[in-house]
């Protein structure tokens, strides 16, 4: 296709000037490559960050017993619901936002960003003072008095953690919107040693500071993800070039349409995140049955897969803020060419880190586990098998997460939540039963369904981006 285009300035990373040659045409895409990985590395380092320090505290409560760690997994079973539900919110910002800053409508991105920032303070409110009755939750669920006082404990410390950490969400998916994801890095990465002392000071009383065990490791997140939106917002204030948006401007001001597109948007973004994390955490309840060791094999893998994860979920930020600049300035041919080349670098990307893992698949539990112990031994075998397995979906779980980022650009997530509902329920979970139980493949078995419904969802989610975006039509920006 020929186009013949004046060139003219435009947002730094945009393309505004076209060629009928097809050497103007590569150049073209080499540019989206490049743009699309000048924003999506600092983005999948800052989800690696994030990951890094949950990793941190697990490591630090680890040393206290095993029932603090048993029991961090059950208050987390608390909080992440309420957690995933207002980080799809706030997810929505970046649609928001990047469609704005597209349409060069720089009062628009800041109201984008005031409307995530007022979702997170009106929904973390009530959901931090449910939290507070962690340990009566827990028990009226059936657990023990043991386990349940000692996540209470670790609920009343991470209490008020939310907010804070909402709005460093927002704040970091505006600075991405605009085109400068980097300084949400740079606190991210500053934060993960401060956490750690912090973490290690409250739990055993070091450095003149009380004693707090697992009250002081929830106090010491709550602590940090204050500090890290106390930093975000100064960076946003105070810095080139996000203190001419003046973020705070008229922060009071309501803006209910906005909100109410917010709500539209971000809302189904929480159902298939929801759905999604569904799957995989039943799916440990499938593998307890089978046996101990097949459960510990079954958590090593997915540690590593959640860890991959994290890069495909980074390039999915900036397919979301690619295609929404692109929707903003009214541009489908460069609706379509942001999206299909975030989902082009998201699976390339992930072949290259598939193929670290089959190769280092039986080294990798080790890391876990060590190599003095027998029962250990045979953990680590079937972890290395499951790593191997994971081949067929690790790949594809990349895409579907790219593709789902491209949609959100679209303001497109309704239709892929009922999508993740056929994938990973209706297929995923019913497949991993079946092979598991009926078929008598075991854990091996419950690893095949997860194939199965992530091929699915991401070939739903790439055949949908595409009729999106064959037309030609656009939704409007805000």
């Known amino acids: 296709m020929a186009f013949a285009m004046v060139p003219r300035m435009h947002h730094p990373g945009t393309i505004t000037a076209a060629t009928s040659a097809p050497q103007g045409e590569r150049f ?29 505290d697990l490591a630090l409560i680890g040393r206290l017993s095993e029932a603090a760690v048993a029991s961090v997994g059950l208050a987390h079973l608390v909080l992440f619901l309420g957690f ?4 799809g919110l706030v997810s929505a910002v970046a649609t928001l936002a990047a469609q704005a800053y597209g349409a060069r409508e720089p009062r628009m991105v800041r109201r984008s960003l005031r409307m995530g920032l007022w979702a997170a303070v009106i929904l973390g409110i009530p959901i931090n003072v449910v939290q507070m009755w962690g340990e009566d939750i827990l028990i009226a669920a059936g657990q023990t008095q043991e386990a349940a006082a000692l996540a209470g404990r670790y609920l009343l410390g991470l209490a008020w953690s939310m907010i804070p950490a909402w709005c460093f969400i927002a704040l970091r998916n505006f600075m991405g919107a605009v085109n400068r994801p980097e300084p949400a890095l740079w606190i991210t990465l500053i934060a993960i040693p401060v956490n750690a002392l912090l973490a290690y000071a409250l739990i055993h009383g070091y450095y003149g500071l009380p004693r707090l065990d697992l009250l002081g490791a929830g106090l010491a997140t709550t602590i940090v993800n204050l500090g890290m939106c106390a930093a975000a917002v100064w960076v946003c204030c105070a810095l080139h070039p996000f203190k001419k948006y003046r973020v705070l401007g008229r922060f ?19 159902g298939t995140m929801l759905l999604e994390w569904g799957l995989f955490s039943s799916a440990a309840i499938l ?22 994860f994290m890069v495909p979920f980074g390039i999915s930020m900036a397919a979301t803020v690619r295609v929404g600049h692109a929707v903003g300035r009214g541009d489908p041919v460069g609706t379509r060419r942001a999206g299909f080349t975030a989902m082009a670098l998201g699976g ?22 060590g190599d003095s112990v027998t029962p250990g031994g045979e953990t680590a075998r079937v972890a290395a098998a499951l790593l191997l397995l994971g081949t067929t979906w690790f790949i594809m779980d990349g895409v579907q997460a790219v593709a789902a980022g491209a949609l959100r650009g679209l303001n497109d997530t309704q239709v892929p939540m009922l999508y993740a509902a056929l994938s990973f329920w209706a ?10 139980f009926w078929f008598g493949f075991g854990v091996f078995g419950v690893w095949i369904g997860f194939s199965l419904a992530l091929w699915l969802f991401a070939l739903l989610l790439t055949v949908r981006f595409r009729n999106l975006t064959a037309s030609g039509h656009l939704p409007k920006a805000p």
């Not at 209910?256 to 539209?264: H, N, T």
């Not at 297929?427 to 598991?436: E, I, M, N, Q, W």
């Open 28 to 56: 073209v895409w080499r540019n989206e490559v490049a743009d699309t990985v000048k924003l999506a590395w600092p983005m999948a380092l800052t989800q690696l960050g994030q990951i890094t320090m949950m990793t941190t």
């Open 84 to 87: 995933v539900f207002g980080m």
């Open 252 to 270: 009071w001001r309501m803006d209910w349409e906005l909100m109410r597109q917010l709500i539209v948007i971000g809302v189904p973004i929480s």
């Open 287 to 308: 593998v307890g049955w089978i046996g101990t060791m097949a459960l510990a094999a079954h958590q090593i893998a997915l540690q590593i897969a959640a860890i991959l």
């Open 348 to 369: 390339a990307i992930m072949v290259i880190l598939t193929l670290l893992v089959v190769l280092f698949r039986n080294v990798i539990p080790q890391l876990f586990l």
């Open 427 to 436: 297929v995923g979970f019913s497949s991993a039963y079946a092979l598991a």
